[in-house]
């Protein structure tokens, strides 16, 4: 008998949290749930537990309550593989303005059915010079091209070709890099892919029951929440964008991150539903803005640690943005931004902007895709407005930094396959 179906036969009690979830949902406590949830990871609730659980919480709305998100969230991340955040933090970075040179993410929450070429993905590149870069993702669930996806497909044009005789040969892929090889990445790189199931081993119990049910759960909105970096405290990312694709979302998953101590982030959605800033027209955000402190991360850290951060202090200002006003770039219809439709033609397109490769068919998506790198520049602090972001976008792409450092990622991942074959 297995460890799993050990557990499944004596799963933890939480009939009485089904009940009142079912009967009387507002007098349930959000921690009440987080604590019901993190179960899960262990493999400590029988598959019709889990699937009722999951089912209720989103019948019931409690999903998209920002303090469950915040928790579930955090539970999520106590979960993962510990990433060494301070061995990482020891290799030089940049910094500029008033950003510190700590780790910064930009990703949605997908499902928003616009079938748009992979943004995030390409943004988190493109950013690279300048910020040090924990690109948290997984192959496609809502669309054709996830952001492991693309990745693999760009791995196998930048990676030498290497004879398949034996699996020692195989060339690396971006989901090689797992929690304790993360640092060495960092070692030649400012890029680094975080593959989900790697540093999230726990959500191989979920999996089947998500595939059964169908339906769109907690899960769908968490993972922009759990980069396994951030930890299970404090936050440790510095700087974050994170797309959501409804209007809805947008104020709620800003408390989530507030309430979760995160001072440095912005959430988008553009008017189309669209969980990126929109090329087309008008975007929503919501940003984050804790107090001005121009200590090191160290001190603050350090500060902290002592005092604790009080998360009232951080702001959620709502804005507007827009492609022209804004950034100085024209408009362009949703029908023209969509890539490819599978991994290995976006991954070409992709090169193709790394590479400098201008012609009008890519000016589109490079458009599309300097609004989501400027939005992370402003927002980290290195960029002053939109516009300058824009500017330092382009410049990453002209002077092939961004290029650098994605092959210095396939370096990495190459060096991380080799060491674990000897």
């Given at each position: 008998m297995t460890s799993s179906s050990t557990t499944h036969d004596t799963p933890t009690p939480i009939t009485p949290l089904l009940k009142s979830l079912?009967?009387?949902p507002q007098n349930v406590s959000a921690s009440s749930i987080a604590s019901a949830f993190a179960?899960?990871?262990?493999?400590?609730?029988?598959?019709?537990?889990?699937?009722?659980?999951?089912?209720?919480?989103?019948?019931?709305?409690k999903d998209?309550?920002?303090?469950?998100?915040?928790?579930?969230?955090?539970?999520?991340?106590?979960?993962?593989?510990?990433?060494?955040?301070?061995?990482?933090?020891r290799a030089p970075a940049e910094r500029g303005g008033s950003y510190r040179g700590g780790l910064c993410d930009i990703v949605g929450?997908?499902?928003?059915?616009?079938?748009?070429?992979?943004?995030?993905?390409?943004a988190s590149i493109l950013a690279s010079p300048y910020l040090r870069i924990a690109k948290h993702g997984n192959r496609a669930s809502s669309s054709s091209s996830g952001s492991a996806d693309i990745l693999?497909?760009?791995?196998?044009?930048?990676?030498?070709?290497?004879?398949?005789?034996?699996?020692?040969?195989?060339?690396a892929t971006p989901t090689f890099v797992s929690a304790p090889t993360l640092p060495s990445i960092y070692a030649s790189t400012n890029y680094a892919f975080l593959f989900a199931p790697n540093f999230h081993p726990g959500m191989r119990f979920a999996a089947p029951i998500r595939k059964q049910l169908g339906l769109r759960t907690i899960f769908n909105l968490l993972g922009p929440l759990a980069n396994p970096v951030d930890g299970p405290g404090k936050p440790q990312l510095e700087a974050r964008v994170v797309g959501v694709a409804h209007q809805r979302l947008g104020p709620v998953f800003a408390e989530a991150l507030r309430l979760s101590g995160v001072r440095k982030a912005m959430v988008v959605c553009g008017l189309e539903d669209l969980d990126e800033i929109s090329c087309a027209g008008e975007t929503r955000c919501w940003r984050l803005e804790g107090p001005k402190d121009d200590s090191s991360l160290e001190k603050r850290d350090e500060t902290e640690k002592e005092q604790g951060y009080d998360v009232s202090q951080t702001k959620i200002i709502e804005l507007?943005?827009?492609?022209?006003?804004?950034?100085?770039?024209?408009?362009?219809?949703?029908?023209?931004?969509?890539?490819?439709k599978l991994p290995h033609e976006n991954a070409e397109i992709l090169l193709r902007i790394l590479r400098n490769e201008a012609s009008p068919d890519l000016d589109p998506i490079v458009d599309f895709v300097l609004l989501n790198v400027a939005a992370l520049l402003?927002?980290?602090?290195?960029?002053?407005?939109?516009?300058?972001g824009v500017g330092l976008g382009r410049e990453g792409i002209s002077s092939g930094r961004a290029l650098k450092m994605v092959e210095g990622f396939v370096r990495g991942s190459e060096k991380v396959r080799k060491d674990g074959w000897e």
């Open positions: 079912a009967y009387e179960l899960i990871f262990n493999d400590s609730l029988s598959t019709v537990q889990m699937a009722a659980l999951l089912t209720l919480l989103h019948s019931t709305g998209q309550d920002p303090e469950v998100l915040a928790l579930c969230s955090a539970s999520m991340r106590n979960a993962a593989s510990k990433v060494d955040v301070q061995a990482i933090m929450t997908g499902g928003d059915g616009h079938s748009t070429f992979n943004i995030s993905t390409t693999e497909n760009l791995f196998l044009s930048l990676t030498p070709s290497l004879p398949s005789s034996s699996p020692t040969t195989s060339p507007t943005l827009h492609p022209t006003r804004d950034f100085g770039l024209p408009c362009h219809p949703l029908a023209e931004v969509g890539g490819g402003v927002v980290a602090g290195v960029a002053k407005d939109w516009r300058e």
